[in-house]
């Protein structure tokens, strides 16, 4: 060998994975656990993805890693405020009518996911 080293750089690489992760979810492709609401509703989700926005499932997954697709039932929690935490974890964002919004934070807050809010209003009339 010569010594030297040669980088190799995929351009775009953030944002490729994070579109190709999307799109796993979308069409709930390699999923590896099922949320459960209290509406009886239920997401598929990727424990990766999961474990990566919300401390709550980083330590849930890795005290009982040994179950392939666990079903977490999710107390007091309604599929709409689910979904909506699920688009916010996959995309980084979420639209919400006002009213949602301290549900939407009482259960991200319980989930130990980080939500950041900028109060954005857009008037579609």
């Known amino acids: 060998m010569d010594g030297k080293r040669y980088a190799l750089r995929w351009r775009h690489h953030q944002s490729t994975v994070v579109a190709e992760v999307g799109s796993l979810y979308r069409d709930s ?3 590896d656990v099922t949320l459960a609401c ?3 509703r239920t997401y ?3 424990k990766l993805v999961l474990s990566a926005c919300s401390q709550y499932f980083q330590s849930l997954f890795s005290r009982h890693p040994a ?3 666990p079903i977490i ?3 007091d ?3 709409d405020e689910c979904e909506a935490l699920l688009t916010y974890m996959y995309k980084g964002e979420v639209s919400v009518n006002q009213d949602q919004i301290p549900r939407i934070l009482r259960v991200a807050s319980s989930l130990q996911v980080f939500i950041e809010i900028f109060f954005f209003y857009h008037n579609l009339s």
């Open 77 to 79: 929690v309604r599929g």
């Open 29 to 31: 492709a390699l999923v």
């Open 67 to 69: 179950h392939q697709h």
């Open 38 to 40: 209290e509406d009886q």
């Open 44 to 46: 598929q989700a990727h």
């Open 73 to 75: 039932f999710l107390k």
